[in-house]
């Protein structure tokens, strides 16, 4: 069976925008580090320097490592859909919605202080993610 090519399009997506992800958090990190003259030496278990960092340079860190967590589900999820003969335009759509919503999540993460309002659109994605793997599992068993 073929593989819908374009159904991993949002893979690439997420991909690339957690490599964004981490462009940003060491341009803020490394001169957040210099200004607190925090040694990198000293800093090398996480956490050890957190308080010294400004929230919003901690946020994009804390972000990137989000990018690390329930997005691993994600690309499980559609490239098992993609080898088994999923990816059609629904689950596409899903795909890009959660994408879009993993991208929102990062900004309003790093850009806000609202822990609702990050957590509304972290609730959102994760609903996505559900609709996606329950779509996935009546296919395989219908």
Known sequence: MPINVEFLYPVLALVVWTLILWL?????R???MQKAQINPDDARHPGTYGDRLPANVRSVADNYNHLHEQPTIFYALVFFAALTGGGDHVATLLAWIYVGLRIVHSFVQILSP???LRFSVFALASITLIVLAGKEVIRILV
Not at 24 to 28: D, G, H, K, L, V
């Open 24 to 28: 940003w958090m060491y341009a803020t």
């Open 30 to 32: 490394i001169p957040a």
């Open 114 to 116: 609202k822990v609702t």
